[in-house]
């Protein structure tokens, strides 16, 4: 099976899109503020092409900020990740991912990629199904609705970031059909382990699950502009205490 | 089949043809060790041949929890097969390894892989999920790597031009994407050039140490096996693996908001601290704690230079004379990316530099030794002596039969040497210390007898942390001040009220002289293989994190074990068990080893051990005494456990009980037909009584 989109490249009506154009530019425009609400064609390039009536996306209210020298590389997060989710464990359907290298030094053998819940979600302007979406049932977290999902893949293709923050992939559950999955911060978990559920107001599995506290959930938001709104320092006396530096 | 992947691979490197096994067809052994000797006994047909012998096979088996959440609990591998590195016997053995290695190969679709033959030239193993490649390595240039570089070198094979860190879809585009690399587990060197104290090494410091794997693979020509999964592990009740999850990291794990303790101990509760032991302390230069797959406390750590990622333990022990902690680190390294045994380099060298020191070995002397004796303490010394044995010749590319003779092991080497003549021979004075099986010595046995015995009735070096916090509380309490866990009363009722079925029996834990050879410390012996065989090796929980006997953090100190074990496995797979059954399983795993040791040529009297534990007395090497719990004038108290020595004619006493115990021939040590057909395993019986091995009741 191919994703729509190889179909569509094969037909000759292939478009250009935001990631690859970004790829290509090296331009990421970044429109950001605490708190503040951003209309999304500001900060759209040109390229892409997006519904008019999508044009205002208020943030999500929550976040996950992650500590990229804390993090002991367990994986334990992508396990939870996609057991909530999915019911299964299974390191390709996570919506974080931590990837590493042993043979590399500290800190540079380890990262944490989530998804950024960004003020200015490309990956929902361009989805073409609107089934990215900022749901406002919970508290305006960016969400896929696999119902509507055509796994076309332009999600992932918008995502500025490696790796892409989206995850499309076979989806048992609608006939092996590919579908877009992403982190909802446990919003629509069907596995959830607590009766409050997840979502900004609720549990987020990695955040509970990480034994060594690298993952931390927030409502305020974060800069927008690089990492260091997300990539923070966790640590603090009781791992210092442990040998680690402060570094 | 919740937790299994549900089909084995087969791979017949002779002929270079892939079966699958049917999972389902060994279910019944759950995973891991059981599996593998199950699979052993029905494969191997002559069960006494050579660990070189084409028709040895290796398995390499996963777990129900492989790849799950399951705390320290998902992440080992477990490897059988013959071994080399054993005398009089290369025994029918196994080695362990964490990392990632088991997780990947679930996620590719596999519960193992059974390696048979040989191939005609040096070959790799590419599994990317259903698509299993045997590959020649002279297309990669991969026989004559290091470790390291083979496992980069078919990183970079498999990702192609994908950028590390992005999506790879390495079976194609329908067959999933991942952003990690494959996970191998490669031979160096020294298990190309069969070595028999080669290791296989898998990322950077994971390694399957015992048992001499690496020459077997090189002896079959299996330089790596590479896999890389995008697939899913079915989990039976995901709601009841997270909390369970939930409630063991809660309950039994470190908080560092309440830390109880700062350093490393091989038990749950321990915080993340890298497990090294370096002679000259831990390096104080950034690093992180780095954990295998779903454990909640990375033994390991990764450093700001680099040196010395992910090595623990023994591997952190050898060359401890270095003249620095950085060359001791770099000697690590070294160990790893060549492949070889860290136990048996660690005691094997301080062995030759005392022979150097006593003048019987050297250039020109008695024993002639090409090692620079004057570079002793530099890195180039254990450059050398890891390349001598590795490349058996003098360590610098000349034929030199030192590095021949080494490569053997060591104590095959004294013996060639003629050290092992003799009253005075060095196993007898115990200058040459391996004293059981022709194994480098781990902890001292006469102290730790539930080590000591474990391994003379079995077939390795246990390796086996269960009890040694009974050792190393209350001996580093009295060495440095670290508060104790509890009385010495309180601790052994707290581990033994969970030694189902002989729970509540207190003397199991007397270490003391009296009852060193009793029926307690059988039973001591025979729980801990059981647990060890079924919840250890075969549904593979980390032996640094488990069992969890005591933990400061959990009720009255009590641990988790008993009630977590069967918590993770239930949920995981739909199963029932209950942590006894588990026992039980485990008796019968126990069982299958000894009937195949036994078709080996194991008998009653070979199990002896060397001879200076008879008759020299316990020691430590910083002059510190151990303690450990016993009854002392009827009092339950931390006694001193060094200075004696074991008994040669009530160690005989202790077998016979040992294997009454067993319901084995007390005269042979056989197993009996009753006892195996009691386990389901008549055709266990069959095959020895066709070979004359079969006990009589």
Redesign the interface.
């Known amino acids: 099976m191919n994703y729509p989109k190889e179909r569509e490249k094969a037909n000759g009506n292939e478009k250009i899109s935001r990631r690859r154009f970004l790829k290509v530019t090296g331009t990421i425009i970044f429109v950001v503020g605490a708190g503040s609400y951003v209309p999304a064609k500001k900060s759209y390039s040109k390229p892409v092409t997006t519904d008019a009536h999508r044009d205002a996306i208020p943030p999500s209210n929550g976040y996950l900020l992650v500590d990229i020298r804390k993090c002991q590389g367990c994986t334990s997060c992508m396990l939870a990740c996609t057991l909530v989710h999915e019911g299964v464990e299974n390191p390709s359907l996570s919506r974080i991912q931590i990837i590493q290298n042993p043979f590399k030094s500290f800190p540079d053998d380890v990262t944490i990629e989530q998804c950024r819940q960004c003020v200015d979600p490309v990956c929902v302007q361009a989805c073409p199904a609107d089934a990215l979406q900022a749901n406002a049932k919970y508290g305006n977290v960016r969400m896929v609705d696999r119902t509507k999902c055509i796994g076309c893949g332009d999600c992932t293709e918008a995502c500025p970031y490696t790796p892409s923050r989206t995850v499309v992939a076979l989806d048992e559950n609608f006939n092996e059909d590919f579908k877009a999955r992403k982190c909802d911060l446990c919003a629509n978990t069907p596995y959830h382990w607590d009766v409050a559920g997840g979502g900004p107001d609720g549990k987020q599995a990695c955040v509970e699950v990480c034994p060594v506290g690298a993952i931390e959930f927030t409502k305020e938001i974060p800069a927008q502009k690089g990492d260091e709104g997300y990539k923070v320092n966790l640590r603090g006396t009781p791992w210092w205490g442990l040998g680690y530096t402060k570094g | 089949m919740s937790g299994y992947a549900g089909k084995i691979l087969r791979v017949n490197l002779t002929n270079r043809k892939i079966k699958t096994i049917a999972t389902k067809k060994y279910a019944k052994w759950v995973g891991g060790h059981g599996m593998g000797s199950a699979i052993f006994f029905d494969l191997v047909k002559d069960k006494s041949i050579d660990g070189f012998d084409p028709a040895n096979i290796v398995t390499l088996m996963t777990s129900p929890l492989s790849?799950?959440?399951t705390?320290a609990g998902?992440a080992r591998t477990e490897m059988q097969g013959i071994g080399v590195q054993s005398i009089p016997i290369g025994w029918f053995t196994r080695s362990n390894f964490g990392g990632?290695f088991s997780s990947m190969l679930k996620?590719a679709g596999w519960d193992g892989i059974v390696v048979e033959g040989r191939a005609d030239e040096p070959v790799w193993l590419d599994i990317r999920n259903d698509a299993v490649s045997v590959r020649n390595c002279r297309d990669l240039a991969l026989w004559g790597t290091d470790t390291?570089q083979c496992?980069?070198q078919i990183w970079k094979y498999v990702a192609g031009k994908q950028?590390?860190?992005?999506?790879l879809e390495p079976a194609g585009?329908?067959g999933?994407?991942?952003?990690?690399?494959p996970a191998v587990l490669a031979i160096g060197p020294a298990g190309e050039n069969l070595s028999r104290m080669a290791c296989l090494i898998h990322?950077?410091?994971s390694s399957a140490g015992q048992g001499g794997f690496g020459a077997v693979w090189g002896a079959k020509r299996l330089k790596a096996i590479s896999v890389i999964g995008?697939?899913?592990?079915?989990?039976h009740n995901?709601?009841a693996?997270?909390?369970a999850?939930?409630w063991q990291?809660k309950n039994y794990?470190f908080k560092?908001?309440n830390?109880k303790r700062?350093y490393m101990s091989v038990d749950f509760q321990s915080?993340?601290?890298p497990g090294t032991l370096y002679r000259r302390g831990?390096p104080?230069?950034?690093?992180?704690?780095?954990?295998?797959?779903?454990?909640?406390?990375?033994c390991r750590g990764?450093?700001?230079?680099?040196i010395g990622?992910?090595a623990t333990c023994f591997t952190t022990t050898f060359y401890p004379f270095a003249d620095s902690l950085g060359i001791q680190r770099q000697a690590c390294d070294l160990l790893n990316r060549n492949g070889l045994n860290a136990a048996e380099m660690l005691w094997g060298e301080l062995y030759i530099r005392d022979l150097n020191r006593a003048g019987i070995l050297g250039p020109g002397k008695e024993i002639d030794c090409p090692l620079n004796f004057g570079s002793y303490g530099q890195l180039a010394f254990a450059e050398q002596l890891v390349q001598a044995i590795t490349y058996r010749n003098d360590g610098r590319g000349n034929e030199h039969r030192f590095g021949d003779d080494l490569a053997e092991g060591f104590v095959r080497a004294a013996d060639k040497w003629g050290r092992l003549d003799g009253a005075h021979g060095d196993l007898q004075t115990g200058r040459l210390m391996f004293p059981i099986w022709g194994l480098p010595r781990h902890k001292e046995a006469r102290s730790q007898l539930d080590w000591a015995y474990g391994t003379i009735l079995g077939d390795r070096d246990i390796n086996e942390h269960g009890f040694d916090q009974l050792r190393s509380n209350p001996t580093y309490n009295k060495r440095w001040g670290i508060p104790l866990y509890g009385s010495a009363e309180e601790v052994v009722k707290i581990y033994t009220d969970k030694m189902v079925p002989f729970q509540g029996d207190r003397r199991m834990l007397d270490f003391s002289d009296a009852n060193m050879y009793s029926e307690h410390i059988a039973k001591l012996v025979t729980w801990h293989r059981y647990y060890s065989r079924f919840w250890k090796q075969s549904v593979q929980f980390c032996d640094w994190r488990w069992p969890d006997f005591l933990n400061l953090y959990g009720p009255g100190k009590v641990g988790s074990t008993g009630i977590a074990e069967p918590k993770f496995l239930n949920a995981v797979t739909g199963y029932n068990f209950s942590f006894l059954n588990g026992i039980e399983l485990g008796r019968k795993i126990w069982n299958l080893d000894h009937a195949i040791w036994t078709l080996q040529g194991r008998h009653r009297d070979m199990v002896q051990f060397a001879d200076y534990l008879y008759t020299q007395p316990s020691f430590t090497f910083d002059g510190h005494t151990e303690y450990m719990p016993g009854i002392e004038n009827g009092k339950w108290r931390y006694i001193k456990v060094l200075g004696r020595h074991f008994d040669k004619s009530k160690f005989e006493e202790f077998k016979t009980r040992f294997y009454r115990l067993q319901a084995w021939d007390t005269r042979s040590g056989y197993p009996t037909r009753k006892t195996l057909e009691s386990l389901d395993m008549g055709y266990v019986a069959d095959e020895l009584e066709k070979e004359g091995r079969l006990g009589r009741a």
């Open positions: 790849g799950t959440l705390p998902a990632r996620y390291w496992q980069q950028m590390f860190g992005d999506w585009r329908d999933g994407q991942t952003t990690q690399r990322d950077a410091s995008t697939g899913s592990i079915r989990v995901p709601q693996l997270m909390q999850r939930l990291q794990a560092l908001d830390l700062k915080p993340p601290v831990k104080w230069i950034g690093k992180r704690p780095q954990a295998c797959i779903g454990c909640h406390s990375g990764r450093y700001a230079d680099g990622n992910e």
